[in-house]
C-alpha cells in the first residue's frame, strides 16, 4: 500500500495534474493577470488625463508650436507690423505698427490707467510679453509710442518727451463703424437750426443741405475706411494736440494744448508729421466710433469724489462734467477745471487712456458743416457748462478761422 501511495504521490507532483506544475501555472497566470491589470490601469489614466488637459481621450495632446515674440530693434520698437489675436474666437485684435511698440504705465504698472492713477508711460513693453495681450486689455486701451523712453532730446528724465502717444480704438465688426445721432442739449438739429431742448444731432447725407457730413470721395477718407475694416480698429491721440515748434502735430504730454488755429492749418500739421503713418487730422466717424466704444466698457470718474464708474450713454449725450474739464465740473473733475490746461493734465479728465475728449478745448474735425466752408468742432471747452455743452455735441466754425484745434487718429 505505502508503495502505490507513494507512486500515486509521485504521479501527483510529477505528472500532468501534478501540484508543482498546477502551482507553477496559477502563478504564472496571476502574474500575467496582474501585469494587464496594471496595464489597463495605465491606459485609463492615460486617457483621464488626455481628456482633462482638453483631449478627445482617443489621441495623446500635441503641444503647440511656441511663439516666437515680435521683431523689435534696439530700443524694443517692432521692426515689422504686428498683429495680436488674442482670442481665436473673437474678432478685437491690435495691430503694432512698425516702429511704435505698446506702453507700461506707471501708476498701475500694466496697459491700464484708471481715474487717480498715473497714466504717464513708465516703460516700453518687453516684446516677449506682446503675446499676453488680453481682449479685456484691448478693451480698455492699449497705448502704443513712437520712440524710445526719453525726454528733452534723448535723456532717461526731463520734461518733454521725445514720444507721441495713441490709443488703439477696436472696431471688430465693420458695421459699428459709422457716426451717431446724439441727442444733446445744445447744438445744431438736422435741420442746421440751433437750440436747446434736446437736439439730435443727425447725419443727413442725403439731404439737400448735407448737414454733417463728410468727403467720402478723397483718397485719405477711402484709405482710412479700408484700413479700419482690415486691421479691426484705429489708433486716436492720447492727447490733444501739441505743436512741435515747426507745426508738426503731436500727441506728447504735459504740453500746451495747440489753440488758435485754423481747421486747414490742422489738417497740413497733421500730414507733416511723416513719422506717423496716415496721421490725419479726425474724421466725425472716428470721433463717434470712439465714443460708442468707450460706452459701456470705459471707466471713469464719477460725480461723488473718491468714487468711478463705468460710462454711459448720459456721461455722453446729458452730462459730460464728471471726466472733463469744464467751468461746472463735478467730484474729481472739478480741480483747477474752468481754465485751459496741459494736456494730460487731469488723472479723472480721462477714459480708457485717452485724456480730454472732454472739455479743456474745441478740437477741429473734418466733419463738414453744410456745403460751405463751415467745419464741426466737437468736445466742448473749459469755458462751457458740461452739461449743455458735451463730448457728443456738435458745433461749428469757418475751416480759415483760427479757433479751436483737433486730435489726431
Request: glycine fraction near 10%.
Amino acid at each position: 500500500m505505502l508503495l502505490i501511495l507513494a507512486g500515486v504521490a509521485l504521479a501527483t507532483l510529477t505528472g500532468q495534474g501534478n501540484i508543482i506544475g498546477n502551482a507553477e501555472n496559477a502563478v504564472g497566470k496571476y502574474n500575467n493577470s496582474v501585469s494587464g491589470e496594471q496595464q489597463l490601469l495605465n491606459e485609463i489614466e492615460k486617457y483621464f488625463q488626455n481628456y482633462l488637459e482638453g483631449g478627445n481621450g482617443d489621441n495623446p495632446i500635441t503641444p503647440p508650436d511656441p511663439v516666437e515674440p515680435p521683431k523689435v530693434n534696439e530700443d524694443g520698437l517692432a521692426t515689422e507690423n504686428v498683429t495680436i489675436k488674442p482670442d481665436a474666437n473673437s474678432d478685437i485684435q491690435i495691430t503694432i505698427p512698425a516702429g511704435f511698440a505698446p506702453a507700461i504705465l506707471t501708476g498701475s504698472n500694466s496697459t491700464q490707467s484708471l481715474p487717480e492713477q498715473d497714466g504717464s508711460v513708465a516703460s516700453i513693453m518687453p516684446a516677449d510679453e506682446w503675446n499676453d495681450i488680453t481682449t479685456g486689455d484691448i478693451n480698455k486701451g492699449i497705448v502704443i509710442v513712437d520712440n524710445a523712453i526719453t525726454y528733452d532730446g534723448g535723456n532717461p528724465s526731463g520734461t518733454t518727451p521725445d514720444f507721441n502717444e495713441y490709443v488703439w480704438v477696436p472696431i471688430p465688426d465693420p458695421s459699428n463703424f459709422k457716426r451717431t445721432a446724439w441727442t444733446t442739449p445744445w447744438g445744431y438739429d438736422a435741420n442746421g437750426s440751433w437750440g436747446s431742448g434736446g437736439r439730435t444731432h443727425l447725419l443727413a447725407e442725403t439731404s439737400t443741405t448735407n448737414y454733417w457730413w463728410e468727403d467720402k470721395t478723397t483718397p485719405e477718407y477711402t484709405n482710412m475706411v479700408d484700413s479700419v475694416e482690415h486691421y479691426k480698429g484705429f489708433y486716436i491721440g492720447r492727447y490733444e494736440a501739441s505743436n512741435d515748434g515747426s507745426g508738426i502735430a503731436q500727441s506728447k504730454r504735459n504740453i500746451s494744448t495747440w489753440t488758435n488755429v485754423s481747421q486747414t492749418t490742422a489738417i497740413t500739421a497733421c500730414k507733416n508729421n511723416t513719422k506717423t503713418p496716415n496721421m490725419h487730422l479726425i474724421y466725425g466717424i472716428e470721433w463717434d466710433s470712439a465714443l460708442n466704444w468707450l460706452k459701456d466698457n470705459a471707466t471713469i470718474s464719477s460725480s461723488v469724489p473718491g468714487e468711478t464708474k463705468t460710462m454711459t450713454i448720459d456721461d455722453i449725450q446729458t452730462d459730460s462734467r464728471s471726466w472733463g474739464n469744464y467751468n461746472n465740473s463735478t467730484g474729481d473733475a472739478e480741480a483747477n477745471s474752468g481754465s485751459k490746461q496741459n494736456t494730460g493734465y487731469s488723472e479723472y479728465w480721462k477714459a480708457n487712456n485717452i485724456y480730454d475728449l472732454a472739455g479743456n478745448v474745441y478740437e477741429w474735425t473734418q466733419e463738414k458743416y453744410s456745403t460751405g466752408t463751415f467745419r464741426a468742432t466737437r468736445g466742448g471747452h473749459y469755458d462751457n457748462d458740461g452739461d449743455n455743452n458735451l463730448v457728443a455735441s456738435r458745433y461749428d466754425a469757418l475751416e480759415s478761422v483760427a479757433s479751436s484745434y483737433g486730435r489726431v487718429p
